[in-house]
């Protein structure tokens, strides 16, 4: 389904997605009075995508050197090309130390890469082990945020699914109740697994390092007592040096939560004596993208999620409206440079504000590179043959005074005369909830001819 | 007293300057052109008002932005075109609307041929109508009397691309050139918003093709503007103005809604076009 039917399904439900949206805009709010408490806010932007692009021109060196830092400190590097790849590498390392176990934390990476139903499918129990991936996995959804897996879901929904699975009190919504029934819940699954799972936030090519960032400090439960750790990065991840964090720890946990740091910044340079440390670098289309001169700057993402917060439209129709992996303005790049036919709408499901180019805390043109890729997708033939017909129409008689001026003395005649119900009628979606313009007499033009020529005549 | 206008700023070609009768080129977009003309006369007699000789090219229509932002640049390129044809040679291209100007300013690069210097040209000299009254003219302090609250809709294509205001997620301070002209009229106050440059929803085709979410961000914008007691809501697009006065119509609302130029030319006193 297109963008268009889910959001007006989801804003159907009117209550709900006002909801939402102030949920949302909330955490817009906590990122303002963070950032503007930073007097060199936009210098920090500036640096941090400076550092980006630097490092995005220079991607096949750092790549090699955080792969030779990282092997001196005894972790086992991995490539893999695509998804399929990545799925393989992680399931033949659970397989040959027999893990039947495994607890992640968050890892959008993953989610791209359907790694949960892979694993699951050859018999290896997953556990995610963030409390708002935890409440989606047990629902079998997906995350519908990056940051904030769960947004779409109420407390007396997470009531509900825990009653059913962990076996919480019927009709219980207190959040504090709930919270230390996941814990507890999870902290058994903590004890018994026999692997963890990370994502990556950072990749260091002159340590060989990672960083990852969680407010839960599951991700270092996770990782803390198993004896394998797999770490999985898309190759984007990465930052040529360690000082270079001064400037997106900052950035990062500010734009995403209005955090003035993320809880838990967890540095991993090596495998603890006796234990493995995997990392898996993927590509998965991101070296194509990385060609293109109008969207590479996509790849300097670094998952905060502040374009979704700010987005008026991902507000109000729901992460699950945009069908992918990362919804909102930068999923609705990244999704339809992967597949354009069956994510086409994504480029449209927004008003071209350019909040998101404002907000990025690593300066993407965003909303531009939503307007190029609409171009892109005209070039493919994927905007649909009404639109493009339309648009032919539209521009030929706009291409001709005469004819424009004709049909809009037409159009304004027939509005004037018109009665309300004609005007009004099924097909036409702007009147469905909005009235529209008065029709005038006459055009400006007009007026401003007759005008003109009173003046002359006063003139003489 | 109001600013007396001035020589444009350096670097910007003008020949046949004229301190005191600048020549300047007209651009009504075609909606307003076609459903609006009030607010087109209104800009006319503000435009006169501070001694600018005012044009208006006949052949003009178009700017192009409709086929620009569905991704139809094949469609959008001829209108480009005549775009700069009809402008070429103006000193100033002034257009009511922050949108339109940045589809000149901002997307004509690509559309037209990067070697064609009339293009550029065009593209730099087309200022939208609160950014010439303050960067060309000087304006400032303008006596008049406006005796409402006024909401100020702060049009995404002028705060974001154009610049003419301080958008909230940019932390750097930035006058609003709109706010700047209107706050010393007599009796003029400005609500205070909740949410102060959200989106309206408009967005060109997005109206229709995402009427549920364009029409729930318009009742948003209302909504946040009745709450905090707008009278007069304004902006300087036409096109986020007819999206918000069709839900304020709809609803029946008791809210008047004005282009920025025509409050400009009631306070003022110029309304009614000299003749």
């Known amino acids: ?460 | 007293m109001y600013g007396t206008p001035v020589a444009p700023p350096t670097g910007l070609a003008c020949h046949g300057f004229r301190a005191h009768r600048m020549k300047v080129a007209l651009f009504i977009p075609c909606y307003i052109d076609q459903f609006y003309p009030n607010v087109g006369m209104a800009t006319v007699a503000v435009l006169e008002h501070f001694g600018v000789q005012v044009e208006f090219p006949e052949a003009q229509t178009c700017c192009g932005q409709p086929m620009a932002n569905s991704g139809c640049m094949d469609e959008a390129r001829p209108l480009a075109e005549k775009f700069v044809n009809t402008f070429d040679g103006y000193e100033y291209v002034v257009a009511p609307s922050g949108s339109c100007v940045s589809m000149v300013r901002n997307h004509y690069d690509h559309l037209c041929d990067h070697h064609d210097e009339r293009s550029a040209t065009v593209r730099r000299r087309t200022l939208e109508l609160s950014e010439f009254l303050t960067t060309v003219l000087k304006v400032s302090n303008v006596p008049g009397r406006f005796p409402h609250q006024v909401g100020l809709h702060q049009s995404c294509h002028g705060l974001r691309e154009l610049r003419l205001g301080p958008s909230s997620e940019v932390m750097k301070p930035r006058d609003s050139m709109m706010e700047s002209l209107l706050t010393g009229l007599e009796g003029i106050r400005f609500s205070k918003l909740s949410r102060r440059d959200e989106c309206c929803g408009f967005g060109g085709t997005f109206a229709v093709a995402e009427e549920a979410i364009s029409c729930m961000m318009g009742d948003d914008r209302v909504n946040d503007h009745v709450s905090s007691g707008t009278e007069v809501l304004t902006a300087g697009d036409m096109s986020c103005l007819m999206h918000l006065e069709g839900i304020i119509r709809r609803r029946k609302i008791p809210m008047r809604v004005m282009h920025f130029a025509e409050i400009m030319a009631e306070a003022i006193g110029v309304t009614k076009v000299a003749t």
């Open chain 1, 1 to 460: 389904m297109a963008h268009p039917a889910l959001a007006q399904a989801f804003v159907d439900n009117r209550e709900r997605a006002q909801w939402h949206d102030k949920a949302l805009w909330f955490v817009r709010e906590k990122r303002d009075r963070m950032a503007s408490s930073v007097p060199e806010w936009e210098l920090l932007r500036e640096t941090a995508s400076n550092i980006k692009r630097h490092t995005q021109s220079r991607m096949a060196e750092y790549l090699e050197q955080f792969e030779a830092n990282a092997t001196k400190n005894g972790i086992v590097v991995h490539w893999a090309a695509d998804a399929h790849e990545h799925n393989e590498i992680v399931l033949s390392i659970l397989k040959r130390h027999s893990v039947k176990r495994l607890v992640k934390s968050k890892s959008m990476l993953t989610e791209e890469c359907h790694l949960n139903p892979f694993l699951e499918e050859h018999g290896i129990d997953v556990v995610d082990t963030d409390l708002g991936e935890r409440i989606v996995q047990l629902r079998k959804e997906t995350p519908s945020h990056i940051v904030l897996p769960a947004i779409h879901i109420r407390k007396e929904e997470v009531g509900e699914c825990f009653h059913e699975h962990l076996g919480t009190e019927k009709g219980a919504s207190d959040p504090n109740y709930l919270t230390e029934a996941a814990r507890n819940h999870l902290r058994e699954r903590f004890c018994r697994a026999d692997a963890g799972l990370t994502g990556v936030n950072f990749a260091i090519a002159e340590t060989g390092g990672i960083v990852i960032c969680t407010n839960e400090g599951n991700a270092d439960l996770g990782v803390g007592l198993p004896k394998i750790h797999i770490a999985c990065m898309g190759m984007e991840k990465l930052l040529p040096r360690a000082k270079d964090l001064s400037v997106f720890l900052r950035l990062l946990a500010r734009s995403a939560t209005g955090q003035p740091v993320t809880t838990y910044s967890s540095h991993f340079h090596g495998p603890q004596p006796g234990c493995e440390m995997h990392v898996v670098i993927v590509d998965n289309g991101r070296s194509e993208i990385l060609k293109s001169p109008e969207f590479r700057r996509s790849l300097d993402c670094i998952r905060c999620g502040a374009c979704m917060n700010t987005c008026p439209v991902y507000r109000r129709s729901g992460g699950h409206s945009y069908e992918a992996t990362v919804p909102g303005p930068i999923g609705s790049i990244l999704t339809p440079l992967q597949t354009p036919e069956k994510h086409n709408s994504l480029p449209f499901a927004c008003t071209l504000c350019g909040s998101c180019t404002d907000v990025c805390p690593v300066k993407i043109d965003l909303h531009q590179q939503l307007f190029t890729l609409r171009e892109l997708l005209d070039n493919k033939r994927l905007i649909g043959t009404s639109k493009k017909l339309s648009m032919k129409v539209v521009s030929g008689v706009m291409s001709r005074t005469w004819l424009f001026n004709l049909l809009g003395g037409i159009a304004r005649t027939s509005l004037r005369f018109m009665p309300r119900f004609l005007i009004y009628n099924p097909l036409n979606a702007w009147g469905k909830q909005r009235d529209l313009p008065d029709a005038p007499k006459q055009s400006f033009r007009q007026q401003y001819a007759e005008r003109q020529k009173q003046k002359g005549g006063g003139k003489s």
